[in-house]
């Protein structure tokens, strides 16, 4: 058999490829590639204490590496298993993308290169984070009840189907965290611009149930730089709260001000609930952002 194939099946196999691509979610694509430039890890499996001793065999998943299979256990069935190690324990990650009004903000200028949506760039960090755990083995879901956490590529595609739907109306989002598994991860991903008191009740509830995690803010440099002067009308991205002025550049000290004590507020919050705090601002290269997450992840184990 030739090694390369007749044309017609090269072309034919192309063909089934270039099919199975279009129909994949444009942020699959965009993730996938994203996931590729940064180098697998396994976060929340390396465990201090535990060492190379044999744990258990566990069927093979799609995504796992055929470096772990045990060919002699597979060879005595029909299916293949893995030969799992204590460092090796599938652990459980939530992860919550903030999908409110608030996060389709972008201050991109006309004629400038473009710059993502905060919430198009979350979604990418999510699923991209997604797609390294599942490579390593672990379960990935949400937080809410929608998606629970599997492990394997299928799940992959259910996270990118949906988190490309559309988002809520409301201005501001709060994580929806009943489904949430006892002693897992969870990465929230937002603007954390609406009520930080409701957020602090979500991080008492789950550092009380054993949850670590990480908060990444994703902001667009113009909210992080505030460079408006003169009339100004500045509008919700709902249309409900709505705010004009004729001198915006007197505003431009508070608003840095209070945007400070906000952030110092969510990184109390987060180092009070044993969480990571972090910030992301969408003119930054999204590479940068996936690396700090996946080494906090390691940090919070």
């Known amino acids: ?21 279009s129909t994949l ?5 965009a993730a996938e590639q994203l996931a590729r430039t940064v180098q697998m890890g396994f976060h929340g499996k390396r465990r201090a204490g535990m060492g190379e001793e044999f744990w258990q065999y566990r069927p093979m998943h799609a995504g796992d590496e055929a470096r772990f299979v045990d060919w002699r256990r597979s060879g005595r069935s029909d299916a293949q298993f893995v030969r799992e190690r204590e460092w090796q324990l599938a ?22 290169a473009a710059r993502p949506e ?4 979350a979604r990418l960090l999510a699923l991209a984070l997604a797609i390294l755990s ?16 599997k492990p394997g590529r299928g799940q992959i595609m259910t996270l990118a189907q949906m988190m490309s739907q559309a988002g809520e109306v409301d201005d501001y989002g709060i994580p929806e965290t009943s489904a949430v598994r006892a002693q897992s991860k969870v990465v929230f991903l937002s603007d954390f611009l609406g009520d930080p008191q409701r957020m602090a009740e ?23 730089d505030f460079p408006f002067d003169g009339r100004t009308i500045f509008e919700s991205m709902s249309g409900s709260l709505r705010h004009e002025t004729r001198k915006a550049g007197d ?21 009070a609930a044993g969480w990571q705090f972090g910030t992301h601002h969408t003119g930054e290269t999204a590479q940068a952002a996936l690396l700090w997450l996946h080494s906090a992840l390691e940090r919070g184990r």
């Open 134 to 149: 599942v490579r390593s083995g672990e379960r990935v879901g949400l937080t809410g009840a929608l998606v629970n956490p």
């Open 251 to 271: 505003l431009r000290e508070r608003y840095r001000l209070r945007l400070a004590e906000r952030r110092d507020r969510l990184a109390q919050m987060a180092h």
């Open 1 to 21: 058999m030739s090694a390369t194939g007749s044309p017609a099946t090269v072309l034919g196999l192309r063909q089934a490829a270039d099919q199975e691509a």
């Open 202 to 224: 979500s991080l008492r509830r789950l550092s009380g149930r054993g949850v670590t995690g990480v908060m990444l803010q994703v902001l667009d440099p113009v909210e992080e």
């Open 118 to 121: 905060k919430g198009a760039r």
């Open 25 to 29: 979610p444009p942020l699959m694509l």
């Open 91 to 112: 652990q459980t990650l939530h992860l919550w993308v903030d999908d409110a009004a608030s996060m389709r903000f972008t201050g991109m200028e006309t004629g400038r």
